[in-house]
Nanobody, 122 residues
Framework: QVQLVESGGGLVQAGGSLRLSCAAS????????MGWFRQAPGKERVFVAA???????TYYADSVKGRFTISRNAHNTMYLQMNSLKPEDTAIYYC????????????????WGQGTQVTVSS
């Protein structure tokens, strides 16, 4: 059974930083794409960032380019380093694997985490 567990969310002031983690279990993830999505109150869930199986190819939503960095290690853990946070980054952030289509237009995934809340105060 595939499980994705996010951590690292919280409350931060605008301009601050947070690092989200996603621990994956239930299979070997080294050959699968992984990524982050977010859902703000009253809005649809949208793509944030994705990383390929090797960790060398990444994609970002335009809204987070230059501020967020996605990475993964060899132990089934993925990260999202979020810097220069803005109030509009406030959302529930979801970890996902097996993204489709591959790239910045990803809008589906086979497996999802339960989400972690990120709140950025102005």
């Amino acid at each position: 059974q595939v499980q994705l567990v996010e951590s690292g969310g919280g409350l931060v002031q605008a301009g601050g930083s947070l690092r989200l983690s996603c621990a994956a279990s239930g299979r070997m993830f080294f050959s699968y794409t992984m990524g982050w999505f977010r859902q703000a109150p009253g809005k649809e869930r949208v793509f944030v960032a994705a990383v390929d199986w090797s960790g060398t190819t990444t994609y970002y939503a335009d809204s987070v380019k230059g501020r967020f960095t996605i990475s993964r290690n060899a132990h089934n853990t993925m990260y999202l380093q979020m810097n220069s946070l803005k109030p509009e980054d406030t959302a529930i952030y979801y970890c996902a694997t097996d993204l489709r289509p591959w790239g910045a237009q990803a809008n589906r995934a086979d497996y999802w985490g339960q989400g972690t809340q990120v709140t950025v105060s102005s």
